[in-house]
Structures are given as C-alpha cells and as structure tokens.
C-alpha cells in the first residue's frame, strides 16, 4: 500500500530528496553572500545570526538525509523556512518590495514551508492511513 | 528595533510558529472532513492501493 508521495529512487542507499538538495543549495548561497562575497544587507551582526542559522539547516538538511534521521531532516526544512523568511523580512524592510531578493525568499520560504508541511504530515498521518484501512474502514 | 534586528525576530518566529503547528497537528487521528473528502481508500486490488490525501 502506497500512502504519501515518495521518490520511488534511492541514492546511496537513501531516499532521493531533490527538493531538500535544491533548498541546501540555495542556503548554502546565502551563507557564501553574507560571509564569502559579504554582499549581503543589513549590519555585519545580522550576516553572523543568519550564517549561523543557515548553517544549522544545511546541517539539518544534509546530516537528516545521510543518518536517515526524519526528525533531523524535518528541523533542517523549518530553519532554512526561518533562514528564507529572515532575509526575505530584510530585504523589504531595507532595500524595499520592489527588490528581487524578497520575491526570491519568499518563493525559497514557500517551498520550505510545504516541504515541511509535506514531510509532517507523510510522518504524522501514514500510521493512522495504513490502520485505518487494515481495519476496513 | 532595527530592520535587522526585525528581521531575526521574524526568522524566529517562523521557527517557534512551525514548531507549535507541528506539536497541534493530529497523531493518530484526523478530523472526520479530511478522512471524507481528502482520503481515497481503495481496497479492490493491492497493487494499486493508493490512500491519496
């Protein structure tokens, strides 16, 4: 019985995550804004917090796919959720909503929002499905 | 406050907000409209049972 979606593919063993890897990605580019390139807004202080934060949810993100720990893997998609919903905040309140930078983080900060919402609910929910219909209701 | 300082409060929110819609979301059960019009129960043939919510 199928409940959920779920890649059908594994890589090294592992579930494909593809949309976790894209989230990854793009937060590691946040981290090579703020700290690499430092081309970031606001003050050197805020860049810290939210390498930091960035930096624990590709932890989260990556570490969560290699042990195989969900629970991991679920707080890496709720902090880059924080990380996008941090910069996209800064970036209308510095620079304004016309810039590209609030647009780019919100659609980053929607997807890991339902990435999360999706994960949640696979966890959550699959055992009642799955005893719900060995009970024939 | 500063933007900034706007900004990591609003990071964190997120975070605390997901964390306690998390801790509401249902285990074990869910609300009987959902289990009605969001759950496809197919049970004539186990090959192709699919529960899509």
Redesign the interface.
């Known amino acids: 019985?199928?409940?959920?979606v779920e890649v059908p593919y594994e890589f090294m063993g592992r579930r494909m995550r593809p949309f976790s890897l894209a989230l990854m990605l793009s937060t590691i580019v946040v981290v090579y804004q703020y700290e690499i390139i430092e081309q970031g807004p606001?003050?050197h202080?805020?860049d810290v917090?939210?390498t930091v934060?960035a930096s624990a949810a590709i932890f989260g993100l990556f570490f969560g796919w290699l042990l195989k720990n969900d629970d991991l893997h679920?707080w890496g998609l709720?902090?880059a959720?924080?990380?996008w919903?941090?910069?996209m905040?800064?970036y209308w309140?510095?620079v304004g909503p016309a810039s590209i930078g609030v647009w780019l983080s919100l659609s980053w900060?929607i997807g890991a929002?339902g990435a999360?919402l999706l994960e949640?609910?696979d966890h959550?929910?699959r055992?009642?499905?799955e005893s719900?219909?060995a009970a024939?209701? | 406050m500063?933007?900034?300082?706007?900004?990591?409060v609003?990071?964190?929110l997120?975070?605390i907000i997901?964390?306690v819609l998390?801790s509401l979301?249902?285990?074990?059960?869910?609300l009987k409209w959902i289990?009605k019009y969001f759950?496809k129960?197919d049970?004539d043939d186990?090959d192709k049972?699919?529960?899509t919510?």
């Open positions: 019985m199928a409940v959920g606001g003050p202080g805020f917090a939210e934060f679920e709720i902090l959720a924080g990380v919903a941090m910069r905040s800064l309140l510095d900060f929002v999360w949640a609910f959550r929910w055992f009642h499905l719900m219909r024939g209701e | 500063s933007d900034s300082q706007w900004s990591l609003i990071g964190l997120v975070v997901m964390r998390d979301l249902p285990k074990g059960y869910m289990q759950v129960i049970d186990d049972d699919e529960l919510p």
